[in-house]
């Protein structure tokens, strides 16, 4: 091998180990939430390094294990891979909240419309980082972000947190810059009285060419 070459690779080596960034890189103090960027998940040059896109990953497929993609797998349709991690998602936060190391809480969102809106989740299913999880997630919505939900985490917000929703359908289909089937007032009369006038928001889409699945606006207060 020259010693060109030589020189050549241990350049790319030193740049492979400046840019593959992992968790203690950062060393936020515990409890903290800190922004993370798209840059910082740089793909890796050897699959036996365990750096920040295999660390955020476990915590995506972990909040998304009962999820099913079919084939008998589970997880995050657009996430499902560490090499996927973060995707088309660019405003990003983590933390860590226990005594390990590692990561706890993963948040992964974009702006769309001018206002952010929250998408891709990972915790590590303790109770703590879920509270976090659910904490965070209410704050964002009642601070101007928006975020589409269903299941429990919209019954969540909307019961213990009181995050307003968006109930027009035009404002709807122009905050997510796509159509929807409108729904309105939730076919569960169970819910729907729960909730009352200010939730009759509901709506389903297809997410990534999957099954429509019944959701909910909200936030944009």
């Not at 090499?83 to 936060?93: A, C, H």
């Amino acid at each position: 091998m020259s010693l060109f070459k030589e020189h050549r690779e241990l350049r790319l080596y030193i740049r492979c180990l400046l840019t593959e960034k992992k968790w203690s890189d950062f060393n936020a103090s515990k409890g903290q939430t800190i922004s993370l960027s798209p840059e910082d998940f740089e793909p890796r040059e050897s699959p036996d390094v365990r750096d920040l896109d295999d660390e955020i990953f476990e915590l995506i497929q972990n909040a998304y294990s009962d999820v099913p993609l079919g084939d008998g797998k589970f997880g995050n349709i657009k996430v499902q891979s560490p090499s996927d991690v973060p995707g088309k998602y660019t405003v990003l936060s983590a933390a860590d909240i226990d005594s390990d190391p590692d990561p706890d809480y993963f948040r992964g969102g974009k702006m769309r419309g001018g206002r952010y809106k929250l998408g891709i989740v990972g915790h590590d299913g303790s109770a703590a980082a879920i509270q976090k999880y659910l904490d965070e997630t209410a704050e964002e919505l009642k601070s101007g972000g928006i975020g589409e939900m269903s299941g429990k985490i919209a019954h969540i917000m909307i019961t213990r947190h009181g995050v307003p929703a968006v109930t027009s359908k035009d404002q709807v289909e122009s905050l997510l810059r796509r159509s929807i089937e409108w729904i309105g007032r939730h076919p569960d009369e169970k819910y729907a009285n729960r909730y009352g006038p200010d939730y009759d928001g509901w709506y389903t889409r297809g997410i990534a060419g999957g099954a429509a699945h019944m959701k909910i606006l909200l936030g944009g207060g």
